[in-house]
């Protein structure tokens, strides 16, 4: 089976969707559309605390990574790192095991923001950028977190469109007015803008923002899946991969991390990654729906934070 064509930005979406690289599909082909112009990066992948030494990926500490992704329909770098956090997904990978779990929250949760008090934890961005969103999810779940990724809409629909689509399986029928999905259960084959609208919808969901943010997992995992299978089948463009990828990429890391992250990825089976999100109940606060994350969430916070792997699923 011949090996699909990928576009530079598309395993950095990929893979750093799930944490586990950030690398590119193919070697020298074009950039996404706009991105050799644009002020902004495709992406954003950075260590969550400066001056840190980055996890040994063949050790025995769990790493763990925060997704973020912007609500800023700009493609000015500023815009999007202090844009609202329309996704949150915090990233637990155990490199003993071999797995790696999810852990989704709903971006209207109500929680703690130091200097601005109770609001809601997309509003973390907005106030301290990527690392504000660090600071709160590490104050929430106790967890320190190595690095974080930051992508938006406008990116996210680029580098999908660059991938050439991708496979995930669609949950239940689909037909919102406002994400504007629509689909019929089962594996589809989405383009950038499917992708986009099925992780935006939350009008579908059987639990309204949980639901959504259950389906923002699906996606990574997806993405995962997708690697994985192109990079059974050519093992040897992964070199090519995290170089060509690099140049739409802003990055701390060093390139032996890359490639360091890049095989830990390729090792993880797609099968071997949980999907969660933090149980609650939505409410009102003032005049705002919220939702009040449940404290049975502390059990999986506790549970990801010991070894990176939240049990029962």
């Given amino acids: ?19 586990l690289g950030l690398i590119a599909w193919s070697g020298p082909v074009a950039a996404p559309a706009g991105a050799q112009n644009s002020p902004a990066p495709a992406l954003t ?12 990926f063949r050790g025995k500490k769990p790493i763990f990574v925060l997704i973020l992704g912007s609500d ?4 000015q770098p500023e815009a999007i790192a202090h844009g609202r956090a329309d996704v949150i997904e915090l990233v637990g990978i155990n490199p003993v095991q071999k797995k790696a779990s999810i852990l989704g929250f709903p971006r209207d949760s109500w929680v703690n923001i130091p200097g601005h008090g109770m609001n809601k934890i997309n509003d973390a961005m907005y106030y301290g950028g990527p690392e504000g969103a660090v600071n709160v999810i590490e104050d929430l779940t106790g967890i320190q977190i190595d690095y974080y990724a930051l992508s938006s809409f406008y990116w996210f629909r680029e580098m999908v469109r660059d991938l050439g689509g991708v496979d995930v399986v ?8 406002y994400s504007k999905a629509r689909f019929k259960a089962g594996k589809r084959h989405l383009n950038g803008k499917q992708a986009l609208a099925f992780t935006r919808n939350r009008h579908d969901p059987p639990n309204g923002d949980f639901g959504r943010s259950y389906n923002c997992g699906t996606m990574l995992i997806s993405f995962l899946k997708d690697f994985q299978e192109d990079f ?3 093992p040897g463009l992964m070199l090519d991969w995290i170089g060509a990828g690099n140049r739409y990429t802003r990055t701390d890391l060093a390139f032996d991390e890359l490639v360091d992250f890049a095989f830990l990825g390729s090792e993880i089976p797609a099968k071997k990654v949980n999907n969660f999100v933090v149980p609650g109940s939505t409410g009102m606060e003032g005049s705002e729906s919220v939702v009040h994350i449940s404290p049975s969430a502390n059990a999986m916070y506790a549970d990801m934070r010991a070894d990176g792997i939240i049990k029962g699923g």
């Fill in 1 to 19: 089976m011949r090996v699909k064509r990928r576009r530079p930005t598309s395993v950095f979406l990929a893979l750093s969707a799930l944490s």
């Fill in 72 to 75: 800023s329909r700009s493609k």
């Fill in 170 to 177: 669609v949950p239940y029928d689909m037909s919102d007015s």
């Fill in 232 to 234: 059974k089948q050519n």
């Fill in 45 to 56: 992948l950075k260590k969550a605390h400066r001056g840190e030494s980055f996890p040994d």
